[in-house]
């Protein structure tokens, strides 16, 4: 069957699988607990997936890498399958989680937006702002010096070069950038700098 044929019909579990990077074992698991729908079977009982399927899929696979649980992804999904917009419960979802955050870094905060901000209302939050523009790392240094923030510091490095044991205390258990257009981009390249339990947190609009 044609790549065009086999979409036209449905994407066969390893095909889907593939496409996201996933073992089919994982599918198969989401459908046992309820987070994926039993999708539709040929004659011969195999899995046919459609672009709804395929769409709800993606958005756990997106969803679990910013850090979600799989109870929470299943909360969410559950919102908007009855209709009711669940950007309040994914907020405060989110405010919890920033609450439990003790070391952060801020990829690519140009003049020191939101890293700055935050480790002046979050004393106690060990801030990393990690900044490829020299000039731009260097006024963020001159306000940590002028603002005494002594949990505040800068790397003047790609975020790509940096090492999680480079930060000041280690792995970060929150990473946040509003520098990346593609949440593709940002999990690939920041992904490596979050401890087991981090979470990534992406300043992206409701598009």
Do not use: W
Not at 100 to 126: E, K, M, Q
Request: aromatic content about 6%.
């Amino acid at each position: 069957m044609t790549d065009d044929a086999s979409r036209h019909h449905g994407l066969r579990i390893g095909e889907l699988a593939s496409e996201l990077g996933l073992n089919p074992k994982t599918l198969r698991y989401y459908e046992a607990i309820g987070l994926l729908p039993q999708p539709p079977r040929t004659a011969a009982g195999y899995r046919r997936y459609g672009p709804a399927e395929r769409e709800r899929l993606g958005f756990i696979v997106k969803a679990k890498a910013l850090g979600f649980t799989l109870q929470e992804i299943g909360e969410i999904l559950a919102l908007r399958e009855a209709g009711t917009e669940p950007c309040a419960h994914v907020r405060a979802l989110i405010d919890a989680r920033l609450e439990a955050v003790t070391r952060l870094a801020d990829i690519g905060s140009g003049g020191g937006l939101p890293g700055i901000v935050v480790a002046i209302v979050r004393p106690g939050l060990i801030v990393s702002s990690i900044e490829t523009v020299g000039k731009k790392a260097s006024f963020q240094q001159q306000a940590k010096i002028e603002l005494g923030l002594g949990n505040f510091s800068v790397l003047n490095k790609r975020v790509e070069q940096v090492e999680a044991e480079a930060l000041p205390a280690g792995a970060a258990d929150g990473v946040i950038s509003r520098a990346f257009s593609s949440l593709a981009d940002f999990v690939r390249l920041s992904a490596h700098l979050l401890a087991e339990d981090g979470a990534l947190y992406a300043m992206k609009g409701v598009q």
